[in-house]
Structure formats: C-alpha cells, structure tokens
C-alpha cells in the first residue's frame, strides 16, 4: 500500500520566519510526482509546488522550495519569509504513473502569527 | 474558463435518501477524480475516470457511483446516503498524456454533505 505521513499535525511561526513542513512517502514504484497542496480556510485546494521523482534538482516556486531525498523518501516543504495569507493547511501527495488518483497525508495546520 | 465547477456547494440528506453531485470542467481535461475529505485527515479518492466511458475504483468507493458519459462531465451518485458518508466532497481535473508526464489536478471549490 502507497502512504504518505505528515509527522506535524500544526505548526506556528512569526511573519518573516522560515518554516519546514514534514513529509515522508512509501511507494516500490520507480516513477511518480510529488505535489504540495495548499487548502486555506476557503476549502480550496491550491498547488504549491511539483517534483518529478526522476529529477534530481529540488523544485522551487518563489518562496516555496522542497527537499527531496528520494532514498530516503522524505519530501520536506520549506516556507522562507512568511506571510500572513500562508496560513493554511498543507497536504503532501503524491501519485504513481497517470492513472490513479493522489495519495495524501493527513495534513499540517501551518499558522503564521503577525 | 471556470476551471472544475461543482454544484451544490451544501447539502443536507436524511438516512436513505439520493442525490447526485455534479462535476463539470471545460479545460478539456482528459482525467477525472472525485475524493472525500473527512474532519481532519486528508482527501481519499473515490473514483476516477481516464476518459469518456472509462471508469475505475479508487480506494473508498462503496457507496457511490460515477459515470462519464462526455470529457466535461463527472458526476457522482450517492445511493441511500448514511452518516458515515457526510463529508466534503472534491471533484479534480487533470491532463495526462504517454510519454508526458503528470501535471497538477486541479480542483473544484467542494461540497459539503451531511447525512443525518
């Protein structure tokens, strides 16, 4: 069975501070994608960042950049200079291939404190 | 575009009753999902769907079907609703091609049904 585990289930940090968020992923396949979602109280799930297990380079998005150890199976979120509207939960997911759907972790409330 | 388009947004069901939530997406994507998503957990696929006329189970599917009758449309039919179905509910769109990869889902607003 494919899992995903989000060790924090919430986090808070000061505006400005750098923040990581957990993830770690238990698949046996070789090729699949990692994805952060972002879903702020509006309900609304929003792509944060994308990482093609093939690649080695870490995937960066302005001020949302991961570390990806594929040996390690750990796909950690880094959060530099936080703002107020990041306050949110974050969902760590991934899927194999193309065809079935995203496995997800249970989540980590990340609160930014003003 | 509207991106994924999901109706209604809130539903009250008593014990027994069905409904049908309606998905919609006009970004000619030839992928759909429908997920749930439980108080405090993440979300868990229901079914998908790889084009018109293809469908397939996902990991929580009892309960529930789905058709896909055109690319746009992916409705997901609730057959004698019980509590343990009340949920949010999301449905998602995406393109995959062979030999390109797999891009971002994108996702509808939810909705949120409770059977009581």
């Known amino acids: 069975a494919q899992t995903v585990t989000q060790s924090q289930p919430e986090m808070s940090v000061q505006e400005a501070e750098t923040v990581t968020l957990s993830c770690t992923y238990d698949t046996s396949e070789s090729n699949y994608y990692l994805f952060w979602y972002k879903q702020p109280p509006s309900r609304q799930m929003i792509l944060v960042i994308r990482?093609?297990?093939?690649?080695?380079q870490n995937a960066t998005e302005n001020r949302f950049s991961v570390n990806f150890q594929k040996a390690a199976k750990s796909f950690s979120l880094k959060i530099s200079d936080s703002q107020l509207g990041d306050t949110a939960m974050y969902f760590c997911a991934f899927i194999v291939g193309g065809a079935d759907g995203l496995t997800f972790g249970k989540g980590t409330h990340l609160i930014i404190q003003p | 575009n509207a991106g994924v388009t999901q109706t209604p947004k809130f539903r009250i069901l008593k014990i027994g009753q069905s409904m049908t939530l309606q998905c919609a997406q006009d970004m000619n994507h030839n992928y759909m999902y429908w997920y749930r998503q439980d108080p405090g957990m993440g979300l868990k696929l229901i079914y998908y769907s790889v084009g018109a006329g293809i469908t397939d189970k996902g990991e929580v599917p009892n309960g529930y079907n789905v058709s896909r009758s055109t690319t746009e449309d992916f409705p997901l039919r609730l057959e004698l609703a019980a509590p343990s179905q009340t949920s949010v509910y999301f449905c998602?769109?995406?393109?995959?091609?062979?030999?390109?990869?797999?891009?971002?889902?994108?996702f509808g607003p939810g909705t949120r049904l409770t059977v009581t």
């Open positions: 998602a769109s995406s393109y995959t091609a062979p030999g390109q990869g797999v891009y971002e889902q994108y």
């Open positions: 990482q093609e297990a093939y690649k080695q």
